[in-house]
């Protein structure tokens, strides 16, 4: 008989074990939110647990044992409805878009509802990566996921690995002084068609890249400056299809004469900025009497390091009724006392001159010159994604919502 004796009592004694486990494990499920069916697999718990036993009598004392083993339980099935699962997707992507890039990559995580609505694209209409060093499937990622405005200059992009051949949604992509392969920007600039602003600037480009510029007709403001690479066929095909541009940078590329010819000859006549400095002995008085004649509307014009343009070009340049800003920098063949004939210009309201005025003259010039501020922008805007003087993160004035931050 005394064997017998704690035989009877190991019933008990499993369910006080049992219970303290579970009631442990309850209170540890309860501090944890509830990630929806793929992390909390109620049916396979419920399915697989063993039926709940009868409570057999206790000695005195124990009455207690079996209502903290219970009272988890209640708790739960109150708090159910609570449960993340059970909210619509609308209303978890209006969560998702207070997130920062950081919390909702992590949270594409969580489970497989959870990683198709972070990668929503209406989540991912503007996407800032500057100080993100080395970009690879990274960038096809984002792009495929329907991002519409893309800033990522100074960046190494290796392979984006596009896993199919769909078209691309963006339309406003700085790629400015990128360290990337021709052959990955052609794989990039293949699937665009919907590009309004676009900046490559300082990157060595192709011929083919310009033929899928022109396929992107409702392109507005581009910017290649310092660019080279491509023949001055692609780049007068390229500015016959953007019929609709109305910012230009094209400075400083290595360019022929054939293509600045290329330029005057084929330029829509909806440009209203234009930048084409720094082609010296590429750019005649004719070149720029056909850029004059073609855009009529011309607002801002920088022709500076234009040592071909003489004080015969003023003429040409009082038949631009909006003028308003214009660079001659370093324009050596004008006489600094012909700068006092732009006071026939009374809608011009900036005017560079750096270099050809001595900063002692300069009070001079700008007394006869009251209407006209003198030397007041070193550095051109035309068509760049982000201004100089400018030290917020905008592309083309346009602010992006997920921001990397390293």
């Given at each position: 008989?005394?064997?017998?004796?704690?035989?009877?009592?190991?019933?008990?004694?499993?369910?006080?074990?049992?219970?303290?486990?579970?009631?442990?494990?309850?209170?540890?499920?309860?501090?944890?939110?509830?990630?929806?069916e793929?992390?909390?697999?109620?049916?396979?718990?419920q399915?697989?647990?063993?039926?709940?036993?009868?409570?057999?009598?206790?000695?005195?004392?124990?009455?207690?044992?079996?209502?903290?083993?219970?009272?988890?339980?209640?708790?739960?099935?109150?708090?159910?409805?609570?449960?993340?699962?059970?909210?619509?997707?609308?209303?978890?992507?209006?969560?998702?878009?207070?997130?920062?890039?950081?919390?909702?990559?992590?949270?594409?995580?969580?489970c497989?509802?959870?990683?198709?609505?972070?990668?929503?694209?209406?989540?991912?209409?503007?996407v800032?990566?500057?100080g993100?060093?080395?970009?690879?499937?990274e960038?096809?990622?984002?792009?495929?996921?329907?991002?519409?405005?893309?800033?990522?200059?100074?960046?190494?992009?290796?392979?984006?690995g596009?896993?199919?051949?769909?078209l691309?949604?963006?339309?406003?992509?700085?790629?400015?002084?990128?360290?990337?392969?021709?052959?990955?920007?052609?794989?990039?600039?293949?699937?665009?068609?919907?590009?309004?602003?676009?900046?490559?600037?300082g990157?060595?480009?192709?011929?083919?890249?310009?033929?899928?510029?022109?396929?992107?007709?409702?392109?507005i403001?581009?910017?290649?400056?310092?660019?080279?690479?491509?023949?001055?066929?692609?780049?007068?095909?390229?500015?016959?299809?953007?019929?609709?541009?109305?910012?230009?940078?094209?400075?400083?590329?290595?360019?022929?004469?054939?293509?600045?010819?290329?330029?005057?000859?084929?330029?829509?006549?909806?440009?209203?900025?234009?930048?084409?400095?720094?082609?010296?002995?590429?750019?005649?008085?004719?070149?720029?009497?056909?850029?004059?004649?073609?855009?009529?509307?011309?607002?801002?014009?920088?022709?500076?390091?234009?040592?071909?343009?003489?004080?015969?070009?003023?003429?040409?340049?009082?038949?631009?009724?909006?003028?308003?800003?214009?660079?001659?920098?370093?324009?050596?063949?004008?006489?600094?006392?012909?700068?006092?004939?732009?006071?026939?210009?009374?809608?011009?309201?900036?005017?560079?001159?750096?270099?050809?005025?001595?900063?002692?003259?300069?009070?001079?010039?700008?007394?006869?010159?009251?209407?006209?501020?003198?030397?007041?922008?070193?550095?051109?805007?035309?068509?760049?994604?982000?201004?100089?003087?400018?030290?917020?993160?905008?592309?083309?004035?346009?602010?992006?919502?997920?921001?990397?931050?390293?």
């Amino acid at each position: 008989m005394a064997v017998e004796r704690p035989l009877q009592e190991l019933p008990c004694l499993n369910e006080n074990l049992e219970g303290s486990l579970l009631c442990m494990s309850q209170t540890k499920r309860k501090e944890r939110p509830c990630y929806g069916e793929e992390n909390t697999p109620h049916e396979l718990i419920q399915h697989w647990s063993p039926p709940h036993k009868q409570p057999r009598p206790c000695g005195k004392g124990k009455e207690n044992a079996f209502v903290l083993a219970r009272r988890p339980r209640k708790s739960r099935d109150s708090t159910a409805g609570l449960c993340w699962d059970s909210l619509p997707d609308e209303l978890l992507l209006g969560i998702f878009s207070r997130l920062s890039l950081q919390d909702l990559l992590r949270t594409s995580r969580v489970c497989k509802r959870w990683h198709r609505l972070a990668f929503d694209e209406s989540l991912w209409h503007s996407v800032d990566l500057v100080g993100k060093a080395q970009l690879d499937a990274e960038l096809g990622q984002v792009l495929t996921a329907g991002v519409l405005r893309l800033r990522s200059p100074h960046v190494c992009i290796g392979q984006p690995g596009f896993k199919n051949a769909d078209l691309l949604r963006v339309q406003h992509m700085d790629l400015s002084s990128c360290t990337v392969q021709t052959s990955v920007l052609e794989d990039i600039l293949s699937r665009c068609r919907r590009l309004q602003n676009f900046s490559l600037e300082g990157l060595i480009l192709s011929d083919s890249i310009l033929h899928s510029l022109a396929q992107n007709v409702e392109l507005i403001r581009l910017n290649l400056c310092g660019c080279a690479g491509f023949s001055h066929e692609s780049l007068a095909e390229m500015l016959q299809s953007c019929t609709q541009l109305e910012e230009l940078n094209v400075s400083w590329c290595d360019f022929s004469s054939q293509h600045v010819q290329a330029i005057a000859t084929n330029i829509p006549s909806s440009v209203t900025q234009l930048n084409i400095s720094g082609y010296r002995q590429n750019m005649t008085m004719e070149y720029m009497k056909n850029l004059v004649e073609r855009c009529s509307n011309l607002t801002n014009l920088d022709l500076s390091d234009s040592v071909l343009v003489t004080t015969d070009s003023f003429p040409f340049l009082q038949q631009l009724p909006s003028l308003r800003h214009l660079a001659l920098s370093r324009c050596y063949q004008i006489h600094p006392a012909a700068l006092i004939h732009f006071e026939k210009f009374e809608k011009l309201q900036t005017l560079e001159v750096f270099g050809l005025i001595q900063d002692s003259y300069l009070p001079i010039l700008s007394k006869g010159l009251p209407h006209i501020q003198i030397n007041t922008q070193p550095f051109s805007s035309v068509a760049r994604p982000t201004s100089a003087t400018r030290k917020d993160r905008t592309i083309w004035g346009m602010h992006c919502r997920l921001v990397y931050k390293p």
